[in-house]
């Protein structure tokens, strides 16, 4: 469990600075960076098979014949539990093992739905449980096995002999404990089966699944699960029809009965009135979903989220309202604007891969919180935890790096319906950072744990250099190293363009680019036959002219003449690592509001309290390095590029 400071509004999971500055020297000698190549995933030909290419689609096909399992319905359920990647017999951060996701959760109970589906599948077919965890094509053999066997107890010892009657089985094989969740998984396994899909493996092979549109589902059949209906809270998520959601309310109560500022976990707002929502922040919990649940409903944890997403089925839970002010970014301006979502799972320990059940109901929670608010879909208004400004310059370097180097954010986007571009040169002034995940395989340390190397995996990153050449030190960001060069910690966010970001190119060389980065210019590989970026479009600023520099700031306030006299003034500092200097140029995020909202008692009863203090400076915002900032806009000029 992770441990939470004293101060309010505040989290610690994941702070980066004493970890990243021990990894020191390991970095150069461990750097093996994979190749890359523009990310892609269309739908296969028609057809219920496929072409393709490696062991993979074979094994598929072997294992549905075994079982008596339509391959189509097998491949469906595959691209669901792991886009058919088996992560090496690591787990997932549900314990879920290989390509059809066996499950074995230390410490659930015998009798918990969807967690040790491995010791079922070993039942079924006699393979070992280390043989099922390890062994790929063993995995899907298990999964098989275990899928005919729902389907065989539901049909009372007959196989369905349609494919619209395997749905109730695909339903029980989520290990959903609701028939919302479990309705849910089905549901995308359908329309996987009636799109299509098709995925590049990190070993290079590939497997497709041919689109029928015309797959019907027997969706009647669900009732035969026996589940748990809708939850009967009077609270009422705040979640799209498609999702299943239930609501735990966090805790909002006094921690010193004599004291009306001694309270947690969030602040009672009002928000979309008077304060805007602009984004939406990703996180990951570091800890169970069970656990988080308990943190948040603890008043003295001073830490909350609107959301968490179970990663097992993807249950949302709901447990602050969207209208009030979350404690979760470490940025009280942040907090303001954004809806926190916390995600089951861990950045670097504790597994090694999110599963598509959170992916998924995350993209859905996200697309709808982004309709709601209007918060544009694109990475600088949905972003990680990683990506949240330090507010001041001392905090720049304590700030968090969730959900990490390894969370899919091309999949991810694709999924909340913004898909990154993937097609065409990148030759114009932006760019958009978007390696190809399965491919780009990359070794990092964890420095929070013995600088413990990382085997290497697919990644969402690509490294940082100081000059075009591979031997070049990593850069090494101001706001983390006061000397020396980056490093391959995976919490030293200072040396990784993430995928969706977009930054102005500062010159090209070979098959190396270099981009506009905290101030600084740095150099990627990009390998004119595996790209890594891709063209974007949309306005950038630059200094105006005259101006030897400009100031950056990691928060919004208003003037000082903004305030009532009840209301204390906060500070407006600029960073002192960070500056914008002549001819540099940032991809624009667009205007800000300039605010402050005062929220300090439980009750409202401090003067001015529960007021939004609105100022009339303007600020913009920019995509800076791996985080997010604020110009002046009186400081800048803005381009546009086509």
């Known amino acids: 469990m992770p441990s939470f400071p004293t101060s309010r509004r505040s989290t610690a999971r994941r702070t980066a600075a004493a970890a990243v500055l021990a990894c020191g020297g390991l970095a150069a000698a461990l750097l093996a960076p994979g190749t890359a190549s523009a990310s892609g995933s269309a739908p296969a030909a028609a057809g219920a098979s496929a072409r393709a290419s490696g062991g993979t689609q074979a094994a598929y096909a072997a294992a549905a014949a075994r079982h008596h399992v339509p391959e189509s319905v097998l491949l469906a359920v595959g691209y669901l539990e792991s886009r058919w990647v088996d992560h090496g017999g690591k787990p997932s951060t549900s314990g879920a093992y290989g390509p059809l996701g066996l499950t074995q959760v230390p410490g659930a109970k015998a009798d918990a739905p969807g967690t040790h589906t491995l010791a079922a599948a070993a039942r079924l077919t006699g393979a070992s449980a280390t043989r099922l965890r390890t062994d790929p094509d063993s995995n899907i053999d298990g999964g098989a096995a275990l899928l005919a066997s729902y389907a065989r107890a539901l049909g009372h ?3 369905p002999t349609t494919l619209a009657a395997w749905y109730p089985a695909v339903a029980k094989y989520s290990g959903s404990a609701t028939t919302a969740g479990a309705k849910a998984f089905a549901d995308d396994a359908w329309n996987v089966l009636r799109s299509g899909a098709a995925n590049t493996l990190p070993n290079g092979g590939s497997v497709a699944l041919g689109a029928q549109p015309a797959a019907k589902a ?4 669900l009732s035969a699960l026996g589940l748990a209906g809708p939850a009967t809270s009077t609270l009422k998520p705040e979640c799209p029809a498609n999702l299943d959601c239930n609501y735990v309310p966090a805790a909002y109560a006094l921690n010193d009965p004599t004291d009306p500022t001694s309270y947690g976990d969030y602040d009672i707002a009002d928000r979309p009135h008077g304060m805007k929502v602009t984004q939406i922040v990703l996180h990951d919990t570091e800890e169970s979903y069970d656990n988080t649940l308990g943190t948040f409903t603890n008043p003295a944890s001073y830490v909350s989220a609107h959301y968490v997403v179970r990663s097992g089925d993807g249950l949302v839970t709901q447990m602050v309202p969207t209208k009030d002010v979350a404690w979760q970014a470490g940025n009280w301006y942040t907090n303001m604007h954004s809806v926190g979502i916390e995600q089951e799972g861990y950045a670097v320990q504790g597994a090694s891969w999110f599963t598509e059940e959170m992916y998924r109901s995350t993209s859905r929670l996200v697309h709808y919180l982004a309709a709601k608010y209007r918060v544009p879909l694109d990475r600088q208004h949905i972003i990680g935890h990683d990506n949240v400004p330090g507010p001041t310059s001392s905090s720049v370097a304590g700030m968090h790096w969730d959900p990490g180097p390894y969370w899919d954010w091309a999949h991810f986007m694709k999924l909340a319906g913004a898909p990154l571009p993937s097609h065409g040169p990148a030759n114009g002034p932006l760019v958009t950072i978007n390696p ?7 070794v990092t340390l964890d420095c929070e744990n013995g600088n413990a190397p990382q085997p ?8 940082l250099y100081t000059a075009p050449s591979d031997t070049a030190p990593l850069f090494a960001d101001p706001g983390l190293h006061s000397s020396g060069t980056g490093t391959q910690c995976a919490n030293d966010w200072g040396d990784k363009a993430s995928s969706g970001q977009v930054f102005a190119v500062a010159a090209r060389q070979g098959d ?11 150099w990627f590989k990009n390998p004119a036959g595996a790209p890594v ?11 105006k002219a005259g101006l030897a520099s400009i100031p950056v700031y990691g928060r919004a306030y208003p003037e000082a003449s903004a305030y009532p006299s009840d209301i204390p003034v906060q500070a407006v500092s600029a960073y002192s690592q960070y500056t914008v200097k002549a001819g540099q140029r940032y991809a624009l995020g667009g205007a800000v509001p300039t605010d402050y909202y005062r929220s300090v008692t439980i009750d409202g009863t401090a003067p001015g309290d529960r007021t939004d203090v609105v100022g009339t400076t303007k600020y913009l915002q920019i995509q800076l390095g791996h985080r997010v900032a604020y110009v002046l806009a009186s400081d800048v000029d803005v381009r546009f590029a086509p």
Request: no cysteine; aromatic share 14%.
């Open 456 to 463: 290497a995996q697919a990644s969402s990153f690509v490294p």
């Open 533 to 543: 970026i891709r063209p974007a479009r949309g306005a950038y600023i630059t200094p």
């Open 512 to 522: 190396w680019t270099a981009i506009w980065w905290d101030g600084s210019e740095v």
């Open 218 to 221: 027997d969706t009647a059949g």
């Open 436 to 442: 190809d995940f399965a491919r780009n395989l990359q």
């Open 157 to 159: 010892g007959s196989l």
